[in-house]
């Protein structure tokens, strides 16, 4: 494929239209919309004296000063529920702006368009999580109940996911929670007709297909994969092959392509045929929902149909960057969403690649540039590499491909007749089985997914332009070879300076430094232990289990792997509680883990001393807040004190037991309940600095404000983690640094006797 402008004159506008969306956050509207000015001004005298490179330039400036522009974040209306004073109780009213999302038992969630407040009129999206078993509720329907208001918020750790941040981009600033029996339904105009025919989809498939099977086909057509098993949705990310659960362009390019191939073989005519997958196309599209790569996928069906119409060829290409250009328009924040990433990467990977002929060869080509395209994204946002992925791509896809044409026929022929479409879903089964089969052998492959730090934007960028110039290296190989050779060598030398950068977290040497981080994991214990040596030790998880958030997989595992640690030394939890525990049995699936705090005995990592001052004879599984261990840990003048959940008692028995109890920073127990940080045990700690891990809006009123006056009765510098997020302390045994990680605050201390520091 040659590439010039005249070929496809969208793509440049799309990337300047992006480029600006994404400087959004760094330029200012005033600024932004100056620039679009002189562009204007500029482009047309250029235009009018014939200088059309330099009028190019300046069209493409102005169109990344609107991509900013428009991207950027507006004052919310003076009625809009971001400006209501939260946190608050109140009657809310509003009709509701998409489906309901089931997310865990008795755990629903849903988007309200606001009508009211009370008595005054209020406008505004609002995200409500509804506690209980939801009544039926459905798009557009009209609620109100009692509900509390509370700013959005999420974990704030580094290189994590802040859902209160994502949130307020999306202009949310305020969430709700409600109890299900306090909500009452205004109206019940009945489901729209999109959402009439997915439930009718749904309910066939189940009548007929085992559970299982059931939501993996639900999951290839609709793309919801709610009801899948964890072990089997796990397969299919180790394995590779997670993408064919995700509605994408694979689904829409088999509806248009088999309501096309049927009505031409037919003889309908091509014309009929495109209109008729035109509506196939656009009706797939309402049923299954707006997501980025479905948009994507058909403004490309359409273009390419479109062009059939015509009679015209279609550049693929332009109707990638029509797409990209059409979606940020409407949506300039899908950018930063991973699956607009994934999509459009993928895509873009596939069709500019050179790919080998013959059916298996050229299968092969299109899963690795795929791969190729796509690999920063993964490990930006999910530290994950696929190794499996182009070779069980090559037989997972052809048995998904199949499995969704017969699915879909099925449900068709469902519509209007039960028997009829048991007979097509009975007949697709086996493909099913043999699908799981051929994933569940993947993932065990050793060594299927691998998970490695998120790259630093430098080695991305160098990426990118190393897929560039390895791209001009063989498309000019025979036409320009003299450009070709200097392609090739710069394009291995942008890869081998990506790589160097990507791998420099996992083989930089210790700088002998002690890091101790409690991470931000709501109302919950997780702490990192980073030893001078580079040894690395988890006391406590986090929460995880039942119907908790698992902060093991999503806080801890991320934040391990972004420091370059892919083996812990020791992973301990003080006692069985699931907001200290529930975590702990995601890092033993993801981590091979030592066997250092797995005894009572004091252990030494790097000239870090790790001294357990308490020890229970109680099986895991059975320690509770009493009989929860407690560590010190020492390096050079400072020391810290870990007391996990141990109460008034236990403080006591430590005091008898003439522990060394004074240091530095302690970890104040228990969340900061008023049971627990005694004025006997903090006279013997004197601690300088304490820090509260402790959850936002959690129901006990944690901490304490008992708790809170005799730390400051002690003098001691109070850090929380519901207010600073993560907090980081890092020494070198005598100068200490604080960070806190939600507003970036550095704080310096220095505890060397000698002021060297």
């Not at 009929?272 to 656009?282: D, E, H, R």
């Not at 299954?288 to 693929?316: I, K, N, T, Y």
């Not at 960028?461 to 190989?477: E, F, Q």
């Not at 003439?658 to 049971?675: D, S, W």
Request: hydrophobic content about 50%; some cysteine; glycine content about 10%.
């Amino acid at each position: 494929m040659t590439l010039s402008w005249p070929r496809v004159p969208l793509a440049p506008l799309a990337v300047a239209f992006a480029v600006g969306v994404a400087a959004s956050g760094w330029v200012r509207v005033s600024v932004a919309a100056v620039v679009v000015a002189v562009t204007l001004v500029w482009g047309a005298s250029l235009l009018v004296l014939g200088r059309l490179a330099p009028a190019t330039g300046c069209l493409l400036a102005g169109l990344a000063a609107v991509g900013a522009i428009r991207a950027s974040p507006w004052p919310l209306a003076s009625d809009h529920i971001g400006r209501f004073d939260v946190p608050a109780v109140v009657q809310v009213t509003g009709r509701l702006a998409a489906e309901p999302v089931v997310f865990a038992a008795e755990r629903t969630r849903v988007l309200l368009n606001v009508e009211r407040v009370g008595d005054e009129p209020r406008t505004g999206r609002l995200p409500v999580t509804l506690y209980g078993v939801a009544p039926p509720l459905t798009e557009g329907q009209r609620v109100a109940g009692e509900m509390r208001l509370h700013a959005a918020t999420g974990f704030r750790n580094p290189g994590g996911f802040d859902y209160g941040e994502f949130l307020r981009r999306e202009g949310m600033p305020v969430v709700a929670s409600a109890r299900v029996d306090r909500l009452i339904a205004l109206d019940d105009p009945g489901p729209r007709w999109n959402v009439r025919v997915r439930r009718a989809a749904r309910e066939a498939i189940a009548r007929t297909l085992p559970p299982t099977s059931a939501a993996l086909l639900s999951g290839l057509l609709l793309g919801d994969r709610a009801d899948l098993p964890p072990e089997v949705d796990d397969g299919f990310r180790r394995a590779g092959v997670y993408h064919v659960l995700a509605v994408s362009g694979f689904n829409v390019a088999l509806i248009a392509g088999a309501v096309f191939s049927v009505l031409t073989l037919a003889r309908c005519g091509r014309r009929v045929a495109a209109v008729a997958a035109i509506a196939a196309v656009l009706g797939f599209a309402f049923v299954v929902g707006p997501e980025p790569s479905v948009l994507r996928a058909v403004v490309m069906g359409v273009l390419v149909l479109g062009a059939v119409l015509l009679e015209r060829d279609a550049s693929v290409l332009n109707g990638l960057a029509l797409a990209a250009l059409l979606i940020l328009a409407v949506r300039p924040n899908d950018l930063a969403d991973p699956g607009f990433q994934l999509s459009f990467a993928a895509t873009a990977g596939i069709v500019l690649a050179p790919l080998p002929r013959g059916l298996v060869w050229g299968s092969l080509g299109v899963s690795i540039a795929a791969q190729l395209a796509v690999l920063p994204i993964a490990l930006w946002h999910f530290n994950q590499l696929s190794t499996i992925g182009p070779i069980a791509n090559l037989g997972v896809v052809p048995l998904a491909g199949l499995a969704t044409i017969l699915g879909l026929l099925a449900v068709t022929v469902a519509f209007f007749t039960d028997a009829g479409g048991a007979v097509f879903l009975d007949a697709l089964w086996p493909l099913l089985l043999a699908m799981r089969a051929l994933v569940t052998l993947a993932a065990r492959v050793p060594g299927a997914l691998v998970h490695l730090p998120a790259p630093h934007w430098t080695a991305i960028t160098a990426y990118g332009l190393g897929l560039v110039l390895a791209l001009g290296w063989w498309r000019w190989r025979e036409t320009r070879p003299e450009w070709s050779r200097w392609a090739g060598a710069l394009a291995l030398g942008h890869l081998v300076v990506a790589v160097t950068i990507g791998a420099w977290p996992l083989v930089r040497p210790p700088d002998g430094r002690l890091r101790l981080t409690v991470l931000d994991v709501g109302q919950g214990d997780a702490i990192v232990i980073q030893a001078p040596d580079g040894r690395t030790v988890v006391v406590d998880a986090g929460p995880g289990g039942g119907m908790r958030l698992d902060t093991g997989a999503r806080v801890l595992a991320p934040f391990l792997w972004n420091h370059g640690v892919l083996q812990l030394a020791g992973l301990v939890t003080t006692h069985d509680d699931q907001d200290h525990a529930g975590g702990s049995a995601a890092l033993r699936r993801e981590f091979t883990i030592g066997d250092q705090l797995a005894g009572p005995e004091r252990i030494w990592m790097g000239g870090v001393s790790v001294l357990p001052l308490t020890a229970t004879d109680k099986p895991a599984g059975s320690r509770r807040n009493d009989d929860a261990l407690v560590f010190r840990v020492d390096y050079g003048a400072v020391s810290f004190l870990l007391t996990s959940d141990i109460g008034a008692e236990v403080e006591s028995r430590l005091i008898r037991a003439q522990a060394p109890l004074a240091v530095t920073v302690l970890k104040v127990a228990h969340h900061g309940a008023r049971t627990s940080s005694t004025p006997p045990f903090l006279e013997k700690v004197k601690p300088a600095l304490a820090v509260i891990s402790v959850g936002r809006r959690n129901p006990y009123g944690h901490p304490s404000p008992d708790t809170l006056a005799r730390l400051a009765a002690t003098g001691a510098r109070i850090y929380r983690t519901d207010r600073d997020g993560a907090v980081i302390f890092e020494t070198d045994g005598f100068a200490l640094t604080v960070t806190r990680w939600a507003t970036r605050e550095v704080e310096h201390f220095c505890l060397d006797p000698d002021g060297g520091c």
